[in-house]
């Protein structure tokens, strides 16, 4: 069934209109004519940003999953099976059940030029509709007000993580106009919840919101977290730990609450979003034991996470650690230098493969006072990377000189190699710059 699922998204890629064009015009047909499942959902909390969408819904879910609430979920892009990015009352959606629907999406649009994007997320709405569940989580795919998801015509709810510069060739070259774009998904009368923020970005927010008619819950001003083990006044202050227990203080919840059980002091950031974001589902009351417990089991692979079993660990010499990031811009390139800031003297090497639409160097230079050796490679199976020469030349910066490699299996055994003949201690190895090549080192590591 697997195989037949890959046929049918294969056939799909091939709808997509020659020229890349964000518009709703195309969804939105296909939606009608497929009877507007978008008008047949659950509650739904829409989630846009650059950094932390999926990390907030991950959040999100593990806290209503504890409560006992069945949680539809939408999220791009997979690292290993497109399954992955639709979850049906809280299950990765079945292969034989996903074909139908894609197949469904395929002889209503009739050939018609479409994104697979689109397509796709047409499908989920198919899925979410037709099976019940108590909530729906969506992440946008690209941006917020053109993106697909922006089909439905009032959440209960909204929510903007930290915005950055990426995109660009679709959202613009400016912070303000990525913006604009992200926080088009803001509606009349539904509260939008929104995370730290640069102030550029936050005066953007606030004007779009206050077109519209969308009352704001801003960190900072409505909401705050802080680490339990500074005594900072500045949650934002000092993020350089991999993980520390926080309390969250919000207009309708004070709670002291476990260390995240996901990597990264950022993470508290995201949590503390899902929070805020809990505090106004009415609907949904979730006890600080139910957050406690989400907050120790949630899990979101390919976010800083250390893999620690299967053939690419067992090629590892002993003491030696492989970890895996998605990150890809440079936002997240000073998210990865925090973590690496608080993992202390070994020796930190990394492994990068980016999409050729990326900035590598402003992706490493916050890595560089952390990094000893970097290593470039192609993201197995994906045409739009950069090849492995072209990533280490785009990667160069200062105090960093990346060299190319023909795999990431050269790459690591490269690396243990080196650090052999030169009689280091063991390190870690940290394989970022794309969430697709994170997909490919779970491939690789079945």
């Not at 950094?51 to 791009?76: D, M, P, Q």
């Not at 934002?236 to 520390?244: G, P, Q, W």
């Not at 990667?395 to 003949?421: C, F, I, M, N």
Request: charged content about 20%.
């Amino acid at each position: 069934m697997l195989e037949k699922t890959e046929t049918v998204l294969q056939r799909l890629v091939g709808l997509h209109p020659k020229k890349i064009d964000l518009s709703l015009e195309r969804v939105g047909e296909l939606l009608a004519k497929l009877g507007r499942p978008q008008e047949k959902l659950p509650p739904v909390v829409h989630v846009a940003g650059t950094n932390g969408k999926g990390s907030t819904i991950a959040f999100l879910h593990a806290f209503l999953e504890a409560a006992g609430y069945r949680a539809h979920v939408y999220t791009s892009p997979h690292l290993v099976r497109f399954s992955e990015r639709i979850r049906l009352a809280g299950r990765f959606i079945d292969d034989g059940k996903l074909v139908e629907l894609l197949e469904e999406c395929e002889a209503v649009n009739d050939g018609q030029p479409i994104t697979f994007f689109e397509i796709t997320t047409a499908a989920a709405f198919l899925a979410f509709s037709r099976t019940p569940a108590d909530i729906l989580l969506l992440e946008t795919g690209l941006g917020g007000r053109l993106d697909a998801t922006n089909m439905v015509p009032k959440p209960a709810l909204t929510a903007i993580t930290p915005i950055s510069i990426d995109h660009m060739q679709f959202l613009g070259s400016t912070l303000a106009s990525i913006a604009g774009e992200k926080s088009g998904i803001l509606k009349p009368g539904v509260t939008g919840v929104i995370a730290p923020q640069e102030p550029e970005v936050q005066a953007v927010i606030g004007a779009q919101a206050e077109k519209v008619g969308a009352p704001l819950y801003n960190f900072d001003d409505d909401w705050n977290v802080q680490p339990l083990d500074t005594q900072s006044p500045d949650a934002s202050a000092d993020v350089s730990a991999v993980t520390v227990a926080m309390h969250f203080e919000g207009s309708r919840l004070s709670a002291n609450l476990p260390a995240p059980g996901l990597a990264g002091r950022h993470q508290m950031f995201n949590a503390a979003t899902a929070l805020g974001c809990l505090e106004h589902l009415d609907e949904f009351p979730v006890d600080e034991a139910a957050l406690a417990r989400g907050m120790e089991n949630v899990e979101w692979p390919g976010r800083l996470q250390r893999i620690t079993r299967g053939p690419l660990v067992d090629g590892l010499d002993e003491g030696w650690e492989l970890w895996i990031d998605g990150g890809h811009n440079p936002a997240a390139g000073k998210i990865l230098a925090a973590t690496a800031k608080s993992w202390g003297p070994a020796p930190l090497h990394v492994i990068y493969g980016m999409l050729n639409s990326k900035d590598p160097g402003g992706f490493l230079a916050p890595l560089v006072p952390h990094v000893r050796r970097a290593r470039a490679v192609a993201i197995p199976g994906e045409g739009a990377s950069f090849t492995a020469g072209e990533a280490a030349a785009a990667g160069y910066v200062d105090g960093l000189e990346p060299l190319a490699e023909e795999s990431l299996e050269t790459a690591l055994h490269g690396l243990l190699a080196e650090a052999r003949k030169a009689g280091e201690e063991p390190g870690r190895i940290l394989v970022c710059g794309s969430l697709y090549l994170a997909g490919a080192v779970l491939r690789e590591n079945g």
